[in-house]
């Protein structure tokens, strides 16, 4: 653990920042007060690090049950003239699209920014929607960076100009942003902030219709205000004056920048570069005035493609415009240099790549896949075991995701956060079979207790697994609701009751009988069944309480038969195969004793201590 | 001039950390630099890609062929990341494996190869690509150093105990032993010696010099 003082963040000299911890900085300097989040891959870093630094920065965080709380405080705190951010994933601002969807004809008093990171490529989410969209569609202001100096300036660029504006911002950036560090310059933290008060003007916040119908007119000129100070920003920026345009946005700016340079074609070229949504118009017809032909750099949407195609076809300036919508680039996946590379080559007749492709013989992948000691696997064990192959197994979203595929096999659907209980409830009503649903603490105080209590209303026929390990594991360990609370944490178990469910137990997944016993009553019942798996996450618990460990365990050469059974229903990475014997990695074993009780041979034993 | 340094390995072997650590050293020599991280969803053993580019400008992604050292944790990550080898690059590859997880459920389910691919076969796999190959077994000389933990202590030793990189290892050592984790430190200084000194015996440049 860094000390705080020692924090990157906290620091004044030149220094290679991460996207995520460039947002930070350009927070600070800007004087944010009070900052919110979901964890979300590849944003999470970004509340992770203004909960190290928030105590020693003296700012409000919180890291909210879920998205839509994320921004509604975020927004509410801006009310009261805090300068406010909030970060989570692409996914989840659309989770919070109820709340985000007003707040543009509201208008923000202090300075809002809502980080909502993309995933291009689909890295580690099931979709790579294009947050840009959030200007056309939602009035966002969204600001687009290309480095992670670009975040920085634009994070603290964007806290004045919401107020100016009453906008909130949305800052996009991607993957490939969030986990590329850069070369930041910081400026010195301000000595004031913003006054906190909530002054009284119901009219102002209170969107009925009538108030709305007045708002969405002031939100017209609110935008063209922001369209106008964007003309006079630096997001912009133009290099060379050659007659081959070039147009890019994002990372892939920074890819165009390095090929033209590695090409040595700067004479020929134009290149600007988009940072910030609305576009003004002016700068378009400026460009397309300037050049013989244009080529749009840009991931996912033909957005600047789009808008360029208007603007040449206004301003009668009828010159190629290339980019997706000609087929030069795709219209899936993030790019790369050599992608954009390959493109350029062909629009300036440059012939092929002289690098040559190497052909790389099929490697063994490494899929994602549960830790040795996981609870889940133990979980996911007994459920299968009770249950059987033809039982449908609806899954959410977190560490228990890895259920999916042999040998566990618990996931036959998956959509979104908190989804599995209203599958579960859906099919289990077409059907008329007894649905199993899974879902982890963090994601069902998220959104799974409105789908439980639907489920409840509905007397719906599913055994609802609550897999307990007491924190939000998948995207870095940070707190769930349950989290190291003690006696002040909510009680799973009080919840459900509360909602009206009447068959709910509690047990240890690693007491076999008991889970057993638990999930063999839920089979037999009707309605709906909850058993809370509780075991905390075994590399959470090392974190906060180094342990000696549980020791590893061996298997007996003599006795093991090479029946194949530990390897086939546990999927353990601990257990390895080498010339026909089985094996322990004593490096990975956590010690759980999980195969020693599946062992038919008896043949896996608790090492002697050395 | 630039330098652009391709790190690959699987999760828990310190590839982040390394990466932290050489992007330290060259910002405080005064160097720009730019990098960038490709890790999945596994907090373990899954493959993790790491590129650490000096003064080479704005763009964190190596591209194909544009690396100017492969350094390879683990034999096939080593060959993952070989796209961005050509013949001038210089690739360094710890020679113990780390067994995928999937080969095992092949072994059983008696589909696909179930082995880990032949090591001798990825080391022709590389040279078909550039001759400068240099394998070693980094995890045992970080086990024999007091703890596996500090492979990435022999990797980084080795790179600059060859002298191909700008820095000297005495520099390094003095960087890292100011600003790197002392918690682990002296299982931590005996492998990077090791590496350091494995490094020079590597390259016969750096011995005339």
């Known amino acids: 653990m860094i000390e705080n003082h020692r924090h990157p963040v906290l620091r004044e000299d030149t220094a290679c920042l991460t996207g995520n911890l460039a947002i930070v900085r350009g927070a600070l300097e800007a004087g944010v007060q009070f900052v919110s989040g979901y964890p979300g891959t590849p944003a999470s870093e970004v509340g992770d690090t203004f909960s190290a630094i928030a105590d ?14 994320s921004v509604e405080t975020a927004f509410a705190a801006s009310l009261t003239g805090a300068r406010s951010l909030c970060s989570m994933k692409h996914l989840g601002l659309n989770f919070a699209g109820d709340p985000a969807a007003t707040i543009p004809y509201v208008g923000v008093k202090g300075g809002m920014v809502i980080v909502s990171a993309g995933d291009p490529s689909m890295i580690t989410s099931p979709n790579e929607q294009d947050q840009r969209h959030f200007n056309g569609f939602l009035h966002y202001p969204v600001f687009d960076p290309a480095t992670p100096s ?9 806290f004045p100009f919401s107020e100016e504006t009453r906008l909130p911002v949305l800052l996009r950036p991607t993957t490939r942003i969030c986990h590329s560090g850069g070369m930041v310059q910081p400026r010195p933290l ?4 913003n006054n906190i008060r909530f002054e009284k003007d119901p009219p102002r916040y209170v969107p009925t219709p009538p108030n709305a119908r007045r708002m969405r007119k002031e939100l017209t000129g609110r935008i063209s205000l922001a369209e106008d100070l964007l003309l006079g920003s630096d997001f912009f920026p133009r290099t060379g004056t050659g007659k081959t345009g070039i147009v890019a946005g994002g990372v892939a700016h920074a890819y165009a920048s390095r090929v033209i340079e590695e090409l040595g074609v700067q004479e020929r070229i134009s290149l600007l570069k988009i940072g910030a949504y609305p576009i003004p118009e002016m700068i378009l017809a400026d460009f397309l005035g300037s050049v013989e032909s244009a080529l749009v750099v840009e991931e996912l949407t033909p957005i600047i493609e789009e808008k360029l195609i208007i603007s040449a076809f206004r301003n009668g300036r009828m010159i190629p415009i290339l980019g997706k919508k000609s087929g030069h680039f795709p219209l899936e996946f993030e790019y790369s240099p050599d992608l954009v590379e390959s493109v350029l080559r062909k629009a300036l007749d440059l012939g092929e790549s002289p690098k040559k492709s190497i052909s790389i013989p099929e490697l063994p992948p490494r899929p994602p896949v549960l830790c040795p000691g996981c609870p889940h696997r133990t979980s996911f064990y ?33 959509l979104c956060m908190g989804s599995s209980i209203s599958k579960a409830s859906a099919i289990s009503r077409t059907t008329g079979e007894r649905v199993v649903a899974f879902i982890g603490d963090s994601t069902f105080f998220h959104s799974g207790l409105p789908a439980l209590t639907n489920a409840l209303q509905y007397d719906d026929n599913i055994t609802l697994c609550i897999l307990d ?14 989290s190291d609370r ?3 944490a909510p009680s799973i178990e009080k919840a459900v009751r509360g909602l009206g469910a009447k068959n709910v137990v509690s047990v240890d997944p690693f007491d076999s009988e008991a889970s057993v016993e638990a999930l063999k009553k839920a089979r037999a019942g009707t309605g709906v069944n909850v058993i809370i798996f509780n075991s905390p996450c075994v590399i959470y618990e090392e974190k906060l309480r180094p342990r000696k460990g549980r020791g590893s365990y061996d298997i007996d050469q003599e006795l093991c038969d090479g029946c194949t059974l530990c390897v086939r229903v546990l999927g353990c990475p601990a257990i390895t195969i080498e010339e026909d014997k089985y094996l322990i990695d004593p490096d990975l074993c956590d010690g759980c004793d999980l195969c020693a009780q599946v062992c038919n041979r008896n043949a896996i034993h608790r090492k002697a201590k050395a | 001039m630039s330098l652009k340094i391709m790190i690959s390995g699987t999760g828990g072997q310190g590839i982040l950390f390394t990466t932290r ?18 890790h999945g969803m596994s907090q373990r053993g899954g493959s993790v890609q790491s590129s650490v580019l000096v003064d080479a400008g704005d763009s964190p992604v190596i591209g194909r062929g544009d690396a100017d050292i492969l350094l390879g944790f683990e034999p096939v990550e080593t060959v993952r990341a070989l796209d961005c080898a050509s013949a001038r690059t210089a690739v360094f590859m710890n020679t113990t494996p780390v067994i995928p ?4 459920q092949q072994y059983v389910q008696k589909q696909g190869p179930g082995t880990y691919p032949d090591l001798a076969a990825l080391g022709d796999t590389i040279r078909e690509v550039t001759p400068s190959l240099f394998q070693f077994d980094a995890t045992t000389m970080a086990r024999d150093a007091g703890s596996s933990k500090s492979l990435n202590l022999v990797m980084t030793g080795c790179l600059f105990g060859t002298g191909i990189i700008p820095g000297s290892a005495g520099d390094f050592e003095t960087w890292f032993r100011e600003n790197g984790n002392p918690g682990q430190g002296e299982p931590n200084l005996r492998a990077w010696a090791g590496g350091v000194a494995l490094g020079k015996r590597l390259n016969p440049v750096e011995q005339e010099r």
């Open chain 1, 486 to 488: 003690g006696p002040e």
């Open chain 1, 150 to 158: 670009d975040t920085l300036e634009m994070t603290r660029f964007a």
């Open chain 2, 21 to 38: 650590l050489l992007t330290g050293f060259f910002v405080g020599r005064g160097r720009k630099v730019v990098t960038s991280q490709i």
């Open chain 1, 190 to 193: 301000p000595k004031t902030r």
């Open chain 2, 101 to 104: 997880f999937v080969l095992s």
């Open chain 1, 382 to 414: 007994h459920v299968r075991r009770v249950f059987g192959q033809k039982t449908v197994y609806v899954n959410d979203i977190g560490c228990y995701t890895l259920g999916y595929g042999p040998p566990l096999d618990c996931c036959d659907v998956l």
């Open chain 1, 469 to 482: 390990n007491h924190v939000t594991a998948m995207t870095g360990f940070q707190p769930s609701a349950v």
């Open chain 1, 56 to 69: 020693t920065a003296g700012i409000h965080f919180e890291y909210s049950i879920n998205e839509k709380i």
